[in-house]
């Protein structure tokens, strides 16, 4: 697994790196989905590595180790993981409880050669009491130890903790190298321009698209149902059929591609800027039958005939 992009971000990464200080405290900011975890994984696996820091060697026991971490992260293997890392994320969305945080400083202080790091992802989600605690040890980090905290904004955090960490502040994706990464993923030419553009400079859409690679097509013949010139009744019940079974996250990730194609198509005068205004507001609509739980059959085929029937 390749970082992608963010040279900026791994030159100032490596700068501090380079101090070789006792112990380190980052923060990570940008965006969901550009590559935050697996910097912070790399950084790890140089603080960690026996003959080097920077990234590491990746060939000594520490970086084999560490590179097992990240493919059982990113490949789904089930290989024996780093035991000096230790990665602490919300459960479902909800708070990292303080319980969460005084187990990971607990870690933090075992002695060990090589040192320890814990990453904590969505560092905005601890709640008070977490924060705190993590506080006083950010304050005195045990030796040999690294803190990574990433967040897709650190206005959530305490002003304090910010103020004890290096930050580093990550950039969204171009769409080039978002382009290129896609071709090695053997997307065809055409369809990597147009991903790369509904991107958003995230790597959040390629993620959900590879776990369910029908989504990408789904949007593509729902677009060409709100392109056609004619009303294509028996086109909408039969997709509409088949939206219905995706949960909620995909079928708002297959509108959010229709949207941005049928935005490209306006611009190019090749879809109606009425029609387009209108599909916002249905979209609106949309959500909200959703979340008041009419069935997402009737929601899609309502949106289409409101859109194509004014
Ligand atoms: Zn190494």
Redesign the pocket.
């Known amino acids: 697994m390749q970082v992608i992009g963010h040279q900026k971000e791994k030159e100032l990464l490596s700068k501090y790196l380079n101090k070789n200080q006792s112990s380190y405290s980052f923060l990570f900011e940008g965006k969901e989905g550009i590559g935050k975890k697996l910097l912070a994984l790399y950084t790890a696996?140089?603080f960690?590595?026996?003959?080097?820091r920077n990234f590491?060697?990746?060939?000594?026991?520490?970086?084999?180790l560490?590179d097992d971490l990240i493919s059982n992260i990113y490949e789904g293997t089930n290989l024996s993981p780093n035991p000096n890392i230790k990665l602490i994320t919300s459960e479902n969305g909800r708070d990292i409880k303080i319980s969460q945080i005084r187990d990971a400083i607990d870690f933090l202080k075992l002695k060990s050669k090589e040192g320890k790091v814990i990453i904590i992802e969505n560092a905005e989600k601890m709640n008070t009491e977490a924060s705190n605690a993590l506080l006083k040890t950010l304050e005195e980090p045990p030796e040999n130890s690294m803190i990574i905290l990433t967040t897709t904004n650190q206005n959530k955090l305490l002003p304090t903790i910010i103020s004890r960490c290096y930050k580093i502040r990550f950039n969204p994706l171009p769409k080039e190298e978002i382009y290129q990464f896609l071709l090695h993923k053997d997307f065809s030419e055409s369809d990597a321009k147009t991903f790369s553009v509904l991107s958003d400079g995230s790597l959040s859409l390629y993620s959900a698209v590879k776990e369910n690679p029908k989504i990408y097509q789904f949007a593509k013949d729902l677009a060409l149902l709100f392109l056609d010139k004619n009303l294509r009744i028996e086109g909408i019940i039969n997709l509409a059929d088949i939206l219905d079974k995706l949960d909620n996250k995909d079928l708002s990730i297959v509108l959010q591609i229709v949207q941005t194609i049928l935005h490209k198509k306006m611009l190019k005068g090749e879809f109606d800027i009425d029609l387009y205004d209108r599909l916002l507001k249905e979209y609106q609509e949309f959500e909200k039958a959703i979340k008041a739980g009419v069935k997402k059959k009737l929601a899609v085929e309502g949106m289409y005939f409101n859109v194509k029937g004014g």
């Open positions: 696996r140089g960690l590595c026996e003959k080097e590491g060697c990746g060939e000594c026991e520490n970086c084999r560490t």
